[in-house]
């Protein structure tokens, strides 16, 4: 099913979906780069052109490479582009309304073989399928940020999606040169299950005073080599997605020890959502 696969469009052109379509198109996809504006495209696209940029001048791909991977990304503003994919990769807003809609439209505008994917770092792929006529072709793709650089995908399987169509998934993440691994769908997968209650722990030794910030990052990093520090990992990750990740492990399996630190919601309500506001738990310049 995969020597199907030439056109992937991806809907959303921020942070993770240019990556998205760089890497794809790396790999030699034809690939629609779609936003709601022109603004929000240009941005996208400007993003991959700087990233490729810097790639040709670390001499680790040529100028005519750079242009060739260019030449294959189209933008788009109109949905009804959806109609030349042969797949599509969702990466917009974490909301589940947002996402249900985009969903609902797609499954009426794509060609009936179309394969829809979903970037979300928490939500129920089986509940997005939910809204479609097509549930066994709907599927979960998690790329970890920043996707050029980063190996995994978590491949997450919604109750319905079929194994033609996760083979097929599979072996298209190979061939953008990922690491594809599979889970089922339960709240936060593996990856956000496991990582977030460590963040969130990490938050909740800074709010009872067991150590400071950088304290907590130091022991994290010296002494269980993690590369960065939990505290400063929230920040980078954002603490809004950080909370709003914990409620939705909270929410999904009803039990406490999910339950959001205090601080965590306290900073979030001060607008102090990390790097990119500029403060979160460090201040950034
Ligand atoms: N940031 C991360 O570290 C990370 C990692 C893995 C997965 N994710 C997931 O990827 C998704 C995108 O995250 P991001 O960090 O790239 O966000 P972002 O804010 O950088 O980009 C989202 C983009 O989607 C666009 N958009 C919003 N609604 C749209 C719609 N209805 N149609 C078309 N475009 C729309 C926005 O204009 C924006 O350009 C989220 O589901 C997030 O949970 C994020």
Redesign the pocket.
Known sequence: MSQNILTIMV???????SGIAQVAAHAGFQVLL????EE?VN??YGAIENNLARQVEKGKLTSDEKEAILSRINTSTE?ENGREADLVIE????NME?KE??FSQLDQICPSHTILA?????LPITEIAAVTKRPEQVIGM????PVPVMKLVEIIRGLQTSDAVYECVEDLTKKMGKVPVSCNDFPGFISNRVLMPMINEAIYCVYEGIATKEAVDDIMKLGMNHPMGPITLADF??LD?CLYIMEVLHEGFGDSKYRPCPLLRQYVKAGWLGKKSGRGFYVYE
């Open positions: 809907v959303g052109a921020g942070q993770m979906g779609h936003d709601m504006k929000f941005r996208g949905l990466a917009i807003v974490e947002a809609q985009l979903s970037n979300t770092s928490s998690h790329f970890m940020n990750i954002g997605t």
